[in-house]
């Protein structure tokens, strides 16, 4: 399922990182929680169109990695590289059947990516796999739909997005449906929120510890564009949450 949805997107993937929640909460809070990256190795696990693996290269990683199952989006990726050479890898793959890599990496991010996994086996298998890429010390850092969100509470529309449920429960947890308002012609994605007991079995059942939630922030740009007032929303009812964890 997320093999064809990213397919039919393509390169117009980048466009959802220019709505607010994404330019002013997602992108800042994320690479703040990876923070330095100069002279480390980066595994960029559903790397998209490659949006994190250019910036982390960019801010002095000495090698970056992204991986994708969409073939679709690693073509877009490439072509972005193609155009601003940067030095970044890129190759299709699923994380839930990552092949063994030729050297460890010192960082691992996954935006969007646990959240796929068809069930909690395959979650395992994903957490197992990124656990064997990271060298002793590694961390692993995720990005992914608040567990416990609340659907019932102030629509996200005006920092660009729509948040709902499909109905489905899966292993697990809900079924989610986000639709990124691009304009002209909206882009919709359906995956699983899933639970936060989930995340942390799995991540524990592979070999990782330390596993700590962080909350979604918004950075002083964003404030100083729209106000105070404008985020009370998104901060009382965050629709996403961030994760660390260590080899």
């Not at 117009?12 to 997602?26: H, I, M, Q, V, W």
């Not at 559903?46 to 801010?59: I, N, V």
């Not at 969409?70 to 990552?98: H, K, N």
């Not at 692993?140 to 920092?159: G, H, I, M, N």
Request: proline fraction near 6%.
């Amino acid at each position: 399922m997320s093999v064809q949805q990213y397919d039919q997107i393509g390169e117009a993937f980048e466009g959802f990182k220019s709505l607010p929640l994404t330019r002013y909460g997602e992108v800042p809070s994320f690479l703040g929680l990876v923070g330095e990256v100069s002279g480390r190795s980066i595994l960029d696990l559903a790397c998209g169109t490659g949006f994190y693996s250019r910036e982390f290269k960019r801010r002095g990683a000495t090698d970056v990695l992204g991986v994708d199952i969409s073939v679709e989006m690693i073509a877009a990726a490439r072509d972005f590289e193609q155009r601003e050479p940067l030095g970044v890898r890129y190759e299709v793959g699923d994380v839930a059947e990552l092949r063994p890599f030729d050297r460890r990496f010192d960082i691992a991010v996954g935006v969007q990516c646990l959240n796929y996994a068809e069930d909690i086996a395959a979650m395992e298998r994903m957490c197992r796999n990124i656990h064997r890429s990271l060298v002793p010390g590694g961390e692993f850092f995720v990005f992914a739909q608040k567990p416990d969100y609340r659907f019932d509470c102030p629509s996200l529309e005006k920092y660009g997005f729509r948040c709902e449920p499909t109905g489905e429960e899966r292993e697990t947890g809900p079924g989610v449906r986000v639709t990124a308002l691009l304009d002209p012609q909206p882009v919709s994605i359906v995956a699983t929120a899933p639970r936060r007991e989930v995340y942390e079995h799995c991540l524990q059942a592979a070999g990782f510890s330390e596993v700590e939630w962080l909350p979604l922030q918004v950075a002083e740009a964003g404030v100083r564009e729209f106000g105070e007032d404008f985020w009370a929303d998104l901060l009382a009812y965050p629709p996403l949450e961030m994760l660390r964890c260590r080899v």
